[in-house]
């Protein structure tokens, strides 16, 4: 366990590490009537906690249908709501979520921790399936394309997408929000019947790797050239030319923070880039 | 395609291939007021051919919760009904079935064709998670068994079970069903995070490969030598030194079939050797 963070008002910062298979949950947020991961969340915390006053932060809002394998959560809790947080507490949650939610951890955060703004890079993988045959159980995690595609062209395409760019062309625009990220890693593999497709950035904007996978979809079928890629990436606008591909592919695998002095120098360094957002 | 097979009474036979994630389905049987896939299965078929008169026959019977990636389903149409089949059929079937099943293939069975009693093998695969923490994606197929295994001494127990054995002590008793099977593959593969059993048989009693997957987790966890598993299986009777693991990690890999020529004399082996099953 790291050191305790106390917020200003006597409020004490706590992480919560977790899972969840993204299929039927209408994404993240709280949306009124719909089934989202941040609401059942909510739901069983209260239980626990009785009011979450200032609500939850994510480090990363996954659309519809998008898988998390190590999403990160903070929240702030009054001094006796913070008593009730004992070892057995994530069993004890787990018990009052429904099994495609599961919390890992449930522990205090570190001085100037913030599940969102203190991360340095977030990893996501996308899943495609190649077999002949579409597979019902598969289905709930991969993006099934059976039509064989030009893994080579892909990797050889992709290495005009790394670095810092302006990621217009692959962002869904939010007002006010930059489209300026720092792809730091994005590999293809082959495996059996499968490609895997992983990423890693300082942050994704929205859509954005949904966008890349379906214009690397696209090079794979030689509908795209890597020149052409290149061109996309530079025009800075949105296109038709490749489908945003569905969210069923996509996984949150990891959350990276840097150590726990520098938590808080990030978080400032964050908020100013994003304070829009 | 293979040569069409006509069975008395006018009827044609015909094979349906298809895969289904077991994890909302109370086993393949019909069974009334439960949802299961023979029942969603016969619904869908029979939106297409109206009556289906003599049932489905399926090679692998699965329990509630158990997966198929290529289970083997026969039935027989008359001459009206299998006019209908044609190649767009698969597609039109899986439009009309819940996203939980799908159809691979539909076509004429070849002379002989008993989805059940002409197969001369099962492939049975079970999916345990060794990870840290339960994930809500993998928790569909994998049983999730965090604590480590000893695989080594797993492998080398699992010989004990090979071959032509009387496998009571792993079977849920059926009146007047045989329990001896041959066992002729059993492979323990460790994977990242993950040990996966693979097990083939000339067929499998009920529960046999969750009670020898219990049995090899125990062998895992020290608590069984080889020896001890080896009194077990002569012994002949069920005992309670081990647990029948859940369902969740057991999917039905493969059915195969002999030569067409061989077909229809396999059957009749095995419905002689099955005839009270």
Same mark, same amino acid.
């Given at each position: 366990m790291t050191k305790p963070a106390s917020t200003p008002g006597g409020l004490t910062r706590f992480r919560i590490d977790l899972a969840y298979d =993204?299929? #039927?949950?209408?994404?993240w947020a709280i949306q009124p009537g719909l089934r989202t991961v941040e609401g059942e969340l909510k739901k069983a915390l209260e239980v626990i906690f #009785?009011?979450?006053?200032?609500g939850l932060r994510v480090a990363g809002r996954t659309d519809a249908g998008v898988h998390a394998l190590a999403q990160v959560v903070h929240l702030d809790l009054g001094e006796e709501q913070a $008593?009730?947080? $004992?070892?057995g507490l994530p069993k004890k949650l787990n018990a009052l979520l429904p099994r495609d939610i599961r919390i890992h951890s449930f522990e205090r955060a *570190?001085? =100037?921790? #913030? *599940?969102?703004?203190? *991360? %340095?890079s977030r990893e996501y993988q996308y899943r495609i399936n190649q077999s002949e045959f579409e597979n019902p159980l598969s289905g709930r995690n991969q993006l099934w394309h059976r039509h064989p595609l030009n893994t080579q062209a892909m990797k050889e395409a992709?290495?005009?997408? %790394?670095?810092?760019? #302006?990621f217009a062309a692959f962002c869904k625009p939010r007002p006010g929000?930059?489209? %300026?990220?720092?792809?730091k890693r994005l590999e293809i593999s082959n495996l059996e019947n499968e490609i895997v497709i992983d990423l890693e950035a300082d942050a994704f904007c929205h859509n954005q790797v949904r966008s890349i996978v379906g214009a690397l979809i696209a090079v794979g079928e030689e509908k795209i050239s890597k020149e052409e890629l290149s061109e996309i990436l530079n025009g800075k606008k949105r296109i038709g030319k490749f489908k945003v591909v569905g969210p069923e592919g996509l996984s949150l695998k990891a959350i990276n923070y840097p150590a726990d002095e520098l938590l808080a120098s990030q978080a400032e360094k964050a908020r100013n880039m994003r304070s829009l957002d």
């Open positions: =993204g299929t #039927d949950f209408s994404g #009785d009011e979450i006053q200032n $008593k009730r947080v $004992k070892s *570190a001085t =100037g921790f #913030d *599940a969102r703004f203190s *991360a %340095i992709s290495e005009v997408l %790394i670095g810092l760019h #302006d929000s930059t489209t %300026i990220r720092e792809l």
